[in-house]
């Protein structure tokens, strides 16, 4: 056999695919459709098998699809939304050593390449470019005629139109909003900008003032309710904190936080420096409870957190109690004495002194405390109640109390608000770490509308969600859903229609595009000026709205086209099977889902999610900063675009993180040369066994495929079916084209290419890509329990040879069950007792059961016994067995007595004796 050039083979049929426009379909009426879609990748960089993953699943299932019948449509195009770009060219231009070499040691950019990227232009062409030929290299079968980049002024077009819809609709809003900044870019940050892409999670934190001698310290904390426990006020010692001028009070703050305040409060102004010593030991004054306490110091506090001053409430709070105590009679710290305010079922009075008793907490600084707190509070949160000590707020439950008691405050200007990040630090992708800015006339989507919320939720429960167990996290992600900044003052895409100095940021400009493709073929064939397509042409093509001659005159464009949009809208909306990462779900996934409902008729509100885990590189998650990160380019070189595609959908189920091993993918692409090699043994041959094997494996695939279980699918089909061909290879040398060519088939959605090569060797016209799945076959069970009888008496007389240790075996003796046991065995199958009761031999029953528990293979799809004469089927396969077994096959039909001694003979396992 000569050496498979695997890259010439894929260069063929891509060629030929693309020049025949296979997956390129039109409307046709009497087809049912399949729309498939999968995120359309960000052009930053080349691609990794990272990548590649969910684009395979995605048209592995659309192969299949197509395979069943369906007008299959998977259409791609490029995001190229926000300012990630722009920040590249940036870094480029001031020569980022860093990054330059990411681009040149990691994913091969020539040097000279990269010195274009100055221009973002260079930059996404360039990526376009490289990522598609990526695509079309993996045997994705897209329809690239429908291909566009979300800069596109006509997408631009139709990305207005969803936000007027939204607007029109009251889910846009504007006002003071806190967002993700970053103070170098001076621009807002979203999910994608940020290196490791964290999600910020920004609280909002209760700043409770108290007062000193005209001057106001604010105490940071999550916790309102608690100011009626404060026994004293804490600061750091060892940081710096400065006096600031908010309007027309006076703050100390720490130096980090006033920094910080500047972002969220129109005016501050910095006053001086001031020493966290010289006030210490003096009182302050709490006005909402009248009271003086003193501040004290502690070092737990985090002047990089929130205003770096914080209250104490010892008898609900770890930290403190641990603080006071750490003091012990410094300031009198040991006469402080807690107070409780809230009773639940899981503490004593003094929750916080039980816990850092219990797991014997040493002082403030023990690592434990944290998670201690977090308990603590969150056992309150769910069930603690307020005690009389918080008066007229008493007898409330925490989660209520707490928004009463921060309204009131805030009410009588005790407190103010301040934001803060709780999972610190996330650092823009220019290397700065973010804060979080109040912006004032911010644009947001309303996704915290309860409405839009429920109905989403309901939508959700009616989808088919793959994996099924995610379910509940799409659910949830709804429901933890506030209202999300859209729209931004630089970078690319498209300005809001009516507030032209915002920019609609990148989440936000990518939720409904799957209705774009719909159309984007008739825009690109017809070559459609920007211009033409005003909102009125959206709402006729989508919504089905206005006249179409009003709609033409207003538009400048003709009814055909018109029209043509229209029909093809209809036809392939809604959205059959979204594909995506896992790590999607609680944004882009959930925005996707509620963008179609606030602006599409309930019939076109999409119908599946399939969601899938990374892949990690010997076990490893790639990273950048591991520099171990697959190019998908050096992969396809290296182990060709099949044995890509198959370890991916093979290595896991979807809910899982698949491992790529190098291992893996050299077993595969011997597989895969095995297959091109029995190429060679198709011919004649009818063979019942190996033709009802393919009946029940493309039973098992089929379903499988139909489930998403892509993992069990290709399993059975190269490993399982594959070990069975072989198997029958062996025997009779020959396959018939029949059982081969039906087999690839069901292969090909998995290693279209070789599909695509071994169906033209065997003499086939046109393309395996577009011919029939297998209809369902007729199984021969009585064959396959025939074969499945040989295989397992070869394995045995293998065994017995081994177990009786001779060097050389002459001669195997073997006598099969008499008629009367089959008898037994079939009563025994139906009824345990009454097969003791007809068999007088006790040991021949429990034999028998013994057996029956490992072998199962002798029923029928009814679960009745096949009766097989297996004297009959030895003889049939006797050449065969002693050339498997080296030895000659002595058969005994009438009763031998030294052989009945020792070995006993049940139905389906003859005795055998080697001499
Ligand atoms: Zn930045």
Known sequence: MEKIDFSKIEEKWMKIWEEEKIFEPKIEKDKEKFFITAAYPYVQAPQHIGHARTYSTADVYARFMRMLGYNVLFPMAWHITGTPIIAISK??????????????????????????????KNLIDYFIQEIKSGMKRMGFSIDWSREFNTGDKRYNKFIEWQFLKLYEKGFLKKGKHPVLWCPKCENPVGEHDVLEDKKAKIEEFTLIKFYLDGKILPAATLRPETIF?????????????????????????????????????????????????????????????EKRIKILPASFVDPNNATGIVYSCPAHAPYDWMALKDLGKMFNANEIEPISIIKSKHYGEFPALEVCDKYKIKNQNDERLEKITQE????????????????????????????????????????????????????????????VKLIK??????????????ISKKWIEEMRIIPEIFKEEYKNAIE???????ARKRGFGTKLPFDKNWIIESL?????????YTISRVINENNIEPEKLVPEVFDFVFLGKGDIKEVSRISGLDEKIINEMRESFLYWYPLDSRHSGNDLIPNHLVFFVMNHIAIFPKEFWPKQIVTNGFVLNEGKKMSKSLGNIIPLKVALEKYGADTIRFLLLFGANLDQDTNFTENMARSIENKIKEIFEMVNNVGDCNDEWIRSRLAHCRDYVTNAMKE???????????????????????????ISKFVFENWIKMLSPFIPYTSEEIWKMLGNRGFISNDRWPEKMERNIKAEVEERYIINLIEDIKSVIKLSKKDWVEKIYIKAAEEEKYNIFEILTKNKGEAFKVCKDKKIVEAMIKFMKNNNYFFDEGGNLVRIDEIDIIKRNKSFIEKEIGANLEIIEKDKEFLEKEKLALPYKPAIYVV
């Open 91 to 120: 870094r480029i231009k001031e020569n980022d050593e860093f990054l330059i070499s990411i681009y040149k040691n990691l994913f091969g950019v020539p040097e000279e390449i990269i010195k274009t990227f100055e221009d973002p």
């Open 508 to 516: 936000s400009d990518s939720t409904i595009y799957m209705a774009y």
């Open 441 to 454: 006339d911010q644009w947001f989507i309303d996704y915290a509308n309860l409405d839009w919320k429920n």
């Open 376 to 435: 603590l509070y969150l056992n309150e949160f769910k069930d603690g109640i307020t005690n009389e000590k918080t008066g007229k707020y008493a007898g409330m439950k925490v989660s209520e109390a707490r928004e009463v008691v921060k309204k009131d405050l805030i009410e009588k200007n005790y407190a103010d608000v301040f934001f803060e990040i709780m999972n610190k630090p996330i650092i823009c992708r220019c290397n700065t770490e973010c804060s």
């Open 708 to 734: 998403l279980r892509f993992r069990d699918a290709s399993n059975y089909l190269l490993f399982i079916f594959g070990d069975e061909v072989k198997w029958h290879l062996k025997k009779n040398k020959k």
């Open 229 to 289: 426990g404060v026994t004293n006020l804490w600061i750091n010692p060892d940081a710096d904190y400065v006096e600031i001028n908010v309007g027309n009070e006076s703050w100390i703050v720490s130096e980090k936080a006033a920094k910080k305040l500047k972002l969220q409060k129109d005016e501050i102004k910095e006053v001086k420096n001031v020493d966290p010593k010289e006030l210490i030991g003096k009182e302050v004054f709490v006005p909402l409870i």
């Open 480 to 486: 933890w859903l506030h209202e999300r900044a859209c």
